[in-house]
């Protein structure tokens, strides 16, 4: 039996449904083009889409652009007397999600401004809390997809991922996907199909989705992350969850 009659006889494995626990996802897309202007990373972003509604979770794709978001970290920042559809249109979408996928295109080796102001705002959000009295972001969990035609996809997603857990999101394995051309100038994902029979991003992208999914599921079913160690009203109270004392202060 050659190797490619034995993968060839083993059983398709069936895929979960998950859609009787009520996930829920939102995908960002941070390109720097305004609708309608296609967007390569939107057509990356749409194949997760399509392993996340598999799976019967609930989706919502945002372009960033579409929206007057300003920067800076405050939750509002209207209220420093600028324009923002964050407080409103944006973020209700992402405080509900237990699944938070960036996507972002790659500008000389690095993420986009807009991923960046994105991640800004989830930072402005990083010390309210949950009813736990853990940070707002535990329990949920983040991954990232990045387009490019040169290099950078691992610099980027290691930006991206490292901001996300920082906040308290739970980062699942291998969470990140992403596409690029060859050095140079060249296509990006999508033009004239560039990109879209790469065994590698297919496969990347299927087990970051499937990741996010599963660990989304988990984290679901067991309520979150135990809240033992890690609750901010009781370290404010003195409780040091088993963290030894300083040194020659008993």
């Known amino acids: 039996m050659s190797p490619n009659d034995e993968h ?74 600028v324009a923002d559809e964050w407080p409103d249109k944006v973020w209700p979408h992402v405080r509900d999600a237990d699944i938070l996928i960036i996507g972002t295109p ?30 707002r972001f535990y329990g949920k969990v983040g991954g990232a997809v990045i387009t490019g035609n040169e290099d950078g996809v691992k610099h980027a997603s290691m930006t991206v991922l490292y901001a996300m857990q920082h906040v308290g999101y739970t980062i699942p394995p291998q969470a990140d996907c992403g596409w690029i051309g060859e050095a140079g100038p060249g296509p990006s994902y ?27 599921a988990m984290l679901k079913q067991a309520g979150g992350v135990p809240a033992y160690g890690n609750q901010v009203p009781a370290w404010d109270a003195g409780e040091r969850f088993g963290h030894p004392p ?3 202060k008993g």
Not at 41 to 53: C, D, K, P, Q
Not at 108 to 122: A, D, F, P, Q, W
Request: proline share 5%; with cysteine; charged share 20%.
């Open 8 to 81: 060839a006889s083993t059983p398709r494995p069936e895929a979960p449904d998950y859609s009787d626990l009520g996930l829920t996802a939102c995908l960002i897309n941070t390109t720097l083009k305004r609708a309608p202007e296609p967007s390569h990373t939107a057509r990356l972003l749409a194949n997760v889409e399509a392993i996340l509604a598999h799976a019967g979770v609930a989706v919502t794709s945002l372009r960033a652009t579409d929206y007057d978001i300003a920067f800076g970290v405050q939750p509002d920042m209207r209220e420093t007397g």
């Open 106 to 135: 790659l500008w000389l080796g690095e993420e986009s401004s807009v991923c960046r102001v994105i991640i800004e705002r989830l930072y402005a959000h990083s010390g309210q809390r949950n009813e736990k009295g853990q940070y």
């Open 190 to 216: 999508g033009d004239d199909g560039a990109g879209y029979d790469n065994d590698f991003t297919r496969r990347n992208t299927t087990f970051m989705t499937w990741n996010l999914i599963h660990l989304a």
């Open 246 to 248: 300083i040194p020659g």
